[in-house]
């Protein structure tokens, strides 16, 4: 085909956008045309998501893409997951919980007492998080939205339910449910069974470049358009936001300088890890507690969360309610120019995981770890940068022995690549170069791989990635050495977690 012209909605947990795209030979030119803040609500003491004001959202920026050209194809990604479940007309039972909900609190604990965590990894391989969809159900065990559900939908799903009217599980995402057998690559019914969970909700599989469907006739004419266009259709994409950002990681192609990397997928969270052929699932992979989520075209993503730059935006939000209004990269540009490695503290403690007032935890962690008390706000953004760097040089070295996979360079793609102080932090830290950019990976992924399935000439990720790399400069970060070199090793050991990590 001549150039395609396709929207690609990527929606994080800090904020949801709506963007267009042209892809070509030799062209790849993305652009947003609706960003709205995200986060969630709470409402009677737990913390939803709120999915019906997003999907007008959705609707509104699909709208001007409508209106402004031709439109070739939607694809729909975000975080991983939640979900929302459906009773049998088809209807939303109540509102998607956040992941940052407590109502998994202790549930973990429960679940593996009838199917225990080595056994949970060996069938799923998937990392502790107490957030996991699994962990979600089991907590929703005996509630009456439950007991009525007949399908359950991820949120891409979902949304993509609302446009076309199909349902179904697409896999990257399905793969963060704790409920898909990382080998075989179906759900694993047997395992719900075992919990006492309604296997039957959970939707037919597919793929990552199939087709979902077509606009419902209202939701066409909602777009503005007509019975004689053309039927629009939705393509799943990598749904899991982080599976569109590891297709949106420019990295080289075989055989080329550059070839062995790891990525680290810097937004709300903090996904740092590898692209692999095939899971590793063995007990060190375990003990270390890494992750193999599914990734496009049957590549592995094998990572790890890391806490991320939410502690840093909420740290500016308690700022901003308490009176002091923060611009975040003058904040970055005076933590810059404070003493490195002052503070350290894990940053994966789960006192950091639900929303509140971050410079007081930070605080807490850095007395219960004997280490000095950030107090301004340049100090606290300071130390978190400086644990975000810790964490990524331990991880990323866990990540390549347990996987006996080295990497020369590390590419860091999603917002947190503006963030030049961290990623030239990153390659002191790991003794490598940092490649930063794009800010929007999962976008681009999206759009990749709506557009191969679309009929453009992008046959494999090496193809989407060197249009990438032809299309988008990076900014490179070389590691510090020398006079400039910091002790590590050190603030490794320094890290004393005050209570168990959630990640
Ligand atoms: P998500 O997709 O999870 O909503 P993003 O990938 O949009 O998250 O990343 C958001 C984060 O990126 C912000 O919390 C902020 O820390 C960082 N960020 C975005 N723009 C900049 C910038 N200009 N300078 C420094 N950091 C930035
Ligand atoms: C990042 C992300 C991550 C998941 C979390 C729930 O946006 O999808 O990969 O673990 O959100």
């Known amino acids: 085909p001549g150039d395609l012209r396709v929207a690609a909605v990527d929606l994080g947990a800090t904020s949801g956008r709506v963007m267009v795209a042209v892809v070509g030979p030799g062209r790849l030119d993305l652009a947003e045309v609706h960003r709205f803040p995200n986060g969630g609500v709470t409402a009677g003491g737990s913390l939803f998501w709120d999915v019906l004001g997003i999907h007008r959202e959705v609707l509104a920026g699909l709208r001007t893409i409508a209106a402004t050209g031709p439109?070739?194809?939607?694809?729909?990604?975000?975080?991983?997951?939640?979900?929302?479940?459906?009773?049998?007309?088809?209807?939303?039972?109540?509102?998607?919980?956040?992941?940052?909900?407590?109502?998994?609190?202790?549930?973990?604990?429960?679940?593996?007492?009838?199917?225990?965590?080595?056994?949970?990894?060996?069938?799923?391989?998937?990392?502790?998080?107490?957030?996991?969809?699994?962990?979600?159900?089991?907590?929703?065990?005996?509630?009456?939205?439950?007991?009525?559900?007949?399908?359950?939908?991820?949120?891409?799903?979902?949304?993509?339910?609302?446009?076309?009217?199909?349902?179904?599980?697409?896999?990257?995402?399905?793969?963060?449910?704790?409920?898909?057998?990382?080998?075989?690559?179906?759900?694993?019914?047997?395992?719900?069974?075992?919990?006492?969970?309604?296997?039957?909700?959970?939707?037919?599989?597919?793929?990552?470049?199939?087709?979902?469907?077509?606009?419902?006739?209202?939701?066409?004419?909602?777009?503005?358009?007509?019975?004689?266009?053309?039927?629009?259709?939705?393509?799943?994409?990598?749904?899991?936001?982080?599976?569109?950002?590891?297709?949106?990681?420019?990295?080289?192609?075989?055989?080329?300088?550059?070839?062995?990397?790891?990525?680290?997928?810097?937004?709300?969270?903090?996904l740092v890890g590898l692209e692999l052929d095939a899971p590793v699932l063995t007990e060190a992979a375990r003990a270390a507690n890494f992750t193999n989520e599914a990734g496009i075209d049957g590549t592995v993503r094998y990572l790890k969360n890391v806490m991320g730059l939410w502690v840093l935006s909420q740290s500016v939000q308690t700022w901003e309610r308490d009176g002091t209004r923060v611009d975040l990269p003058a904040l970055l540009a005076e933590a810059a120019a404070l003493p490195a490695l002052r503070t350290v503290v894990d940053i994966d403690d789960a006192s950091l995981l639900p929303p509140g007032d971050m410079p007081a935890r930070i605080r807490a962690l850095a007395a219960a770890a004997g280490e000095p008390e950030p107090r301004t706000p340049a100090e606290v953004a300071r130390t978190i940068v400086d644990s975000l760097a810790v964490a990524y040089r331990r991880h990323l070295r866990a990540a390549a022995a347990t996987a006996d996979h080295p990497f020369d360079v590390v590419h860091v793609v999603g917002g947190g690549a503006h963030n030049t102080l961290l990623c030239q932090l990153t390659a002191d830290a790991l003794g490598v170069p940092v490649l930063a950019g794009p800010g929007e990976a999962a976008a681009l992924g999206n759009v990749l791989v709506q557009a191969r399935t679309l009929g453009a000439d992008l046959p494999d990720l090496a193809a989407m990635r060197a249009l990438l790399r032809a299309t988008h400069d990076l900014r490179r970060h070389e590691p510090r050495t020398g006079a400039d070199a910091l002790d590590w090793d050190d603030a490794e050991r320094r890290v004393r977690p005050g209570r168990p990590t959630t990640v």
């Open 71 to 270: 439109l070739d194809g939607i694809g729909i990604d975000s975080w991983a997951v939640d979900h929302g479940l459906l009773d049998r007309d088809g209807v939303l039972l109540g509102n998607p919980y956040s992941h940052r909900d407590g109502r998994t609190r202790g549930v973990p604990e429960q679940v593996w007492q009838t199917v225990p965590a080595a056994e949970l990894f060996a069938r799923t391989g998937l990392q502790h998080l107490p957030f996991t969809t699994i962990y979600q159900l089991a907590a929703a065990r005996g509630t009456a939205a439950l007991e009525s559900a007949q399908t359950l939908l991820l949120l891409p799903d979902l949304l993509g339910y609302w446009l076309t009217g199909e349902i179904g599980a697409e896999r990257t995402n399905a793969s963060t449910t704790g409920l898909y057998d990382a080998t075989t690559g179906t759900w694993a019914v047997d395992l719900a069974a075992r919990l006492g969970l309604p296997w039957s909700i959970l939707p037919p599989l597919r793929d990552a470049g199939d087709r979902v469907g077509a606009l419902l006739p209202d939701v066409a004419e909602v777009l503005g358009r007509t019975p004689d266009d053309a039927p629009v259709p939705v393509v799943a994409v990598g749904s899991h936001d982080t599976a569109s950002a590891v297709v949106g990681v420019p990295a080289a192609g075989p055989g080329e300088e550059g070839e062995r990397f790891a990525y680290i997928s810097s937004g709300t969270w903090s």
